[in-house]
């Protein structure tokens, strides 16, 4: 931490482990261990107060890359494991990671719950359409026509639409960020955690190994190209207007969070066992 | 007349009745499982012991159902072989509960005039009947109903207090007080009809005053188990015979300050509950065979990560969706084995309506001290029988988790201890940060693919369960003979009450029902089996599940032979005690 005065301003790398990522060299996931660093830094929260869960795969990897408490749980599992940690501990900031695999496919029906549910959880999904720590097959935001062993003549089906399907389930903050625009996502990534309910940020996440046409992204991409609404008929026009390269925050509603209340008691155990008594 | 006998039991004090037990049924809406829970509940009030279970069609409503009473002077944990009454509102699609419901040879079937007579099958038993103007009765009476008529004629034959039915009625229908009334009027009526009627099943007497004892369900009992051990995050699916539990639990969560979260399916509920406890919040999910399946590779996890948390698998008959509402002892090899890996973790079995308090609680606490999951083996039975129980004890202090409340620099989650325990940072601990992971990994937490760090952290996790000193609750030994009788869970009520009625020709028969099935106490089970020369293992399972794990876990008597049936019907003192009596002759 650095000091100035009496006041400890936390940076970056006071987020950050001293454990070496898995990931290949270019990896678009760096970007987002950086990002995060950065908003949990400007929102002078503290490590030990911040919990990262995640799942399986490549991105999912990050909790032990942050100094926060992490949780590196089954495939497909994040979004339960973080709902169940913060209905159990409100006053943490939990963040879940994880990938287009993880979420969408294996993990499906979680997100779609999760949505739907708004408790206060950040979910940040690195997509790069595809299994990258299986080495290579199709996830379900893999284009249509692309060629892999598992599937030697292109999956044949519609890629999946996560942010509209985010919309529709009741995600209270959609939005969308690049690893190539740092700052773009570190913003999203701040306003995804200090908006209350489930935020949920598409992150373009580029696999350099499996997918390296990815490294066109930073060309595609338009930053700031989608304007922020609270209005979801407006957001649905939007994303379904939408090529998949607009960077920016989609929708910010203001569904309250679903925490039911732990920890206060309106009984007793004494008056629930009287109601057992002969 | 014939003076309906009670059945005595067998027992050496034959003459004094042991137990009636009343089989009431109808079709859907008839009312049938009101006047059970009032027949139920009066009989306890009375001081009686008294225990109820349920039947019904495959009907989502409306269909035939079966209410069956089994009261007593002293305990009961199990239904009888036969029943002394079976009391139908009306007969439509009855014969379906023939094989739940046998009729004693000098029983006696009440019936609606207007509905005919009962149903052949229960005809033939030799059963007589007497024909009650029941739907006319009550109809006399305004909001009357012929359920609560055929109650008062019913409890009229039993001798059971008006004001224990009062009391009763006022309980169940308290917050309607017309139907109350209704009710009042209904039973009094039938009690009119009964006194011209000389049958009598007269009950020895209540062994003890009420008021030390309670009445309630295993699902009921399982839930407060968790409660007073300090659980208080649930998560779960609803699935039959484990939703009751849940709908228990519910609002009492909410009146000590916890939650319940209805989970988008089991995969979600166990990881919601793994979530929790990474909290530092006690943690509990219950679920069926089905669910239990769902959430093996996250036990897995929970083993591997040190998390602590319960399921209650209220084990219903397998495979697949096998019968929902019956009962089986058929998921003992899936809590066993279920996990891939080695994967040392706790599995136990309550043998009672009252032990699913006792072993819930006890469950809840091994689990937080051992940071481990902890699979507790219920049943339907068990689950939905509703029972009088003696008052349980004041709850036992909990075993909690230990802690590592001032972590530092060198805090090492996974540490190596030689109690295989090491202290756990819950988030928001300074300093104690560390990733829980389903990757093996060194002590730090670190992944690692290392065979030395996995030989390291499988050795430490085997050893806090295998260290641990469970004390005497491993299970319940009765008796010294050389001749042991070796069960779990619900199967041990018939086997009980059946050692009981053999009376000296059971003298050299030792009961062992183990409560912890995993890990095995090797040692403590050798001592019990200490002078053994044959061994029974009684098990409501087709394939006897239990029987095999004993064989491949430690040295058995050389005679050691099964005795298993498969799910459906619950075994019966009757047919265990034959079966007893053979063996131990043989």
Redesign the interface.
């Given at each position: 931490m650095s000091e100035k005065g009496a006041t400890v301003i936390p940076v970056p790398n006071d987020f950050k482990s001293d454990?070496k990522p898995v990931w290949c060299p270019g990896c678009g996931d760096f970007g987002v261990l950086n990002a995060m660093a950065k908003a949990m830094a400007r929102l002078a929260l503290?490590?030990?107060?911040v919990?990262v869960?995640s799942g399986i795969g490549c991105s999912s990897r990050i909790?032990?890359y942050t100094?926060?408490?992490?949780?590196?749980?089954?495939h497909?599992?994040a979004?339960?494991?973080?709902?169940?940690?913060?209905?159990?501990?409100p006053?943490?900031t939990v963040i879940v990671t994880g990938g287009d695999g993880d979420g969408y496919s294996i993990g499906g029906?979680?997100f779609?719950?999760a949505c739907r549910r708004n408790v206060d959880l950040t979910y940040i999904v690195m997509d790069n359409r595809v299994y990258g720590m299986t080495k290579g097959q199709p996830s379900p935001t893999t284009e249509t026509g692309w060629t892999s062993k598992l599937a030697p003549h292109g999956t044949g089906l519609n890629e999946f639409h996560p942010m509209a399907i985010a919309l529709a389930a009741g995600a209270n903050f959609i939005a969308r960020g690049f690893t190539g625009d740092p700052n773009g996502l570190a913003d999203i990534v701040m306003q995804a955690i200090t908006t209350p309910g489930f935020s949920f940020i598409e992150v373009l996440s580029p696999c350099i190994t499996f997918r390296p046409e990815q490294k066109e992204w930073k060309k595609m991409v338009r930053p700031g190209n989608l304007s922020s609404t609270a209005d979801p008929t407006l957001a649905a026009r939007q994303i379904f207007a939408d090529d998949g390269m607009n960077l920016g925050v989609l929708y910010a509603g203001e569904r309250p969070p679903y925490q039911?209340?732990?920890?206060?008691?309106?009984?007793?155990?004494a008056?629930?066992?009287a109601a057992?008594?002969? | 007349m014939t003076e309906l006998q009670a059945n005595a039991g067998g027992s050496p004090s034959a003459g004094i009745p042991e137990s009636v037990s009343i089989a009431l049924v109808g079709s859907g809406g008839a009312g049938v499982m009101t006047a059970g829970n009032v027949l139920l509940?009066a009989a306890?009030?009375a001081g009686y012991y008294a225990l109820m279970t349920r039947s019904s069609g495959p009907q989502i409503r409306g269909g035939e159902a079966a209410a069956m009473v089994r009261i007593s002077a002293r305990p009961v944990e199990c239904m009888d072989e036969s029943f002394q009454v079976l009391a139908g509102v009306d007969w439509e699609n009855v014969h379906r509960f023939a094989a739940e419901i046998p009729l004693a040879t000098d029983g006696l079937i009440v019936g609606d005039v207007d509905h005919g007579d009962a149903p052949g099958v229960f005809a033939e038993s030799g059963a007589c009947s007497v024909s009650l103007p029941l739907a006319k009765l009550a109809r006399d009476i305004p909001g009357g109903r012929a359920n609560m008529v055929l109650l008062g004629f019913v409890a009229a034959l039993l001798g059971l207090p008006e004001r224990a039915l009062r009391r009763a009625v006022e309980s169940l229908l308290g917050k309607r007080p017309a139907a109350v009334e209704a009710s009042l009027l209904a039973m009094a009526a039938g009690r009119v009809a009964a006194a011209a009627d000389t049958r009598r099943a007269l009950l020895a007497p209540p062994a003890a005053a009420?008021?030390a004892?309670?009445?309630?369900t295993g699902n009921?009992a399982a839930g407060?188990g968790a409660?007073?051990a300090g659980v208080?995050?649930v998560?779960a699916y609803p699935i039959t015979p484990a939703t009751e539990l849940l709908e228990w639990l519910s609002p009492?969560l909410?009146?000590?300050?916890?939650?319940l979260?209805q989970?988008?399916?089991e995969?979600?509920?166990i990881?919601?509950?793994?979530?929790?406890?990474?909290?530092?919040?006690p943690?509990l999910t219950a679920t069926s065979g089905p669910g239990l399946a769902l959430m093996m590779?996250?036990l897995?996890?929970a083993v591997a990560?040190e998390m602590p948390l319960v399921v209650v698998d209220v084990m219903r008959v397998g495979p697949s969706t096998g019968i929902p509402t019956k009962s089986e002892q058929g998921d003992l090899n899936i809590a066993l084995h279920g996990l891939h890996g080695d994967a040392p973790h706790l599995v136990l079995a309550p043998n009672s309506v009252s032990d699913c308090l006792a072993t819930t609680h006890w469950a809840v606490g091994l689990a937080e001290s051992l940071q481990a999951p902890a699979i507790v083996l219920s049943d339907q039975f068990l689950g939905q029988a509703r029972a009088?129980i003696d008052?349980p004890g004041e709850p036992e202090p909990t075993a909690t988790r230990s802690l590592a409340n001032t972590a530092g620099e060198d805090y090492r989650r996974y540490v190596v201890t030689p109690s295989g325990v090491s202290p756990m940072?819950l988030?928001?601990?300074?300093?104690?940060?560390?990733?829980?992971?389903?990757?093996e990994h060194g002590e730090r937490?670190?992944?690692s693919s290392q065979a030395a760090d996995h030989a390291q952290q499988l050795g430490k996790r085997r050893r806090k369960l295998e260290l641990h000193d469970y004390g005497g609750r491993w299970a319940d030994v009765e008796g010294d003979g050389a001749l042991v009788v070796m069960t779990f869970g619900s199967t041990t009520g018939p086997v009980r009450e059946a050692l009981r009625r053999l009376g000296d020709a059971a003298s050299g028969i030792r009961l062992i029902s183990l409560r912890l099935l995993a890990p095995l106490p090797g040692a403590r089970l050798a001592e019990a089996l200490t002078g053994a020369r044959k061994m029974l293992v009684i098990e409501q399972n087709e394939s006897g599940q239990l029987f095999h794990y004993l064989r491949g876990s430690l040295a058995l008597p050389e005679r050691t032979t099964s005795f298993c049936k498969p799910g459906g019907q619950q075994f019966n003192p009757g047919e265990i005690g034959k079966q007893l009596l053979a063996w131990s002759q043989s």
């Open positions: 454990i503290r490590p030990e107060n919990a869960v909790p032990a100094s926060c408490y992490g949780f590196h749980g089954v497909g599992r979004l339960p494991t973080a709902t169940g940690l913060k209905i159990a501990r006053e943490l029906n979680h779609l719950h039911p209340p732990i920890g206060l008691a309106t009984g007793s155990l008056d629930l066992e057992f008594v002969l | 509940e306890a009030l009420p008021g004892r309670w009445l309630m009921e407060l409660l007073r208080r995050f998560a009492a909410r009146s000590v300050g916890g939650v979260v989970a988008e399916d995969l979600a509920s990881n919601m509950v793994i979530g929790s406890s990474f909290g530092g919040v943690a590779e996250s897995g996890l990560a009088t008052r940072a988030p928001g601990t300074p300093g104690g940060a560390y990733t829980a992971d389903g990757l937490g670190t992944p």
